[in-house]
């Protein structure tokens, strides 16, 4: 792991890239998640995130809606390339 700081995955604008470090919630919380593809070490981009309204990630060829309040909840790492997945 590079020296980059882990923030919320709300605070990333939308044409970032990042990789999931960590999920701060319940086993629910995260297992759900990882049904949809979005689990600690996954690579993804950040679609869509404006000031109110979902998030948007894509992620293995899927797209994910997140809330708010979830995306506060997932910590990630910005990185400068894209997605290998």
Partial sequence: MNDRQLIPLVQLA??????????????????????MGLAKGTDIEILQN???????????????????????????QETDDEPAN
């Fill in 50 to 76: 404006s000031e109110r309204g979902p998030i948007l990630v894509r992620t293995h060829e899927s797209r994910i809606a997140l809330g708010r309040g979830e995306a506060l909840k997932i910590l990630v």
């Fill in 14 to 35: 939308a044409g970032k890239h990042a990789i999931v470090r960590d999920i701060q919630g319940g086993s629910d919380f995260s297992g759900r998640l990882a049904g």
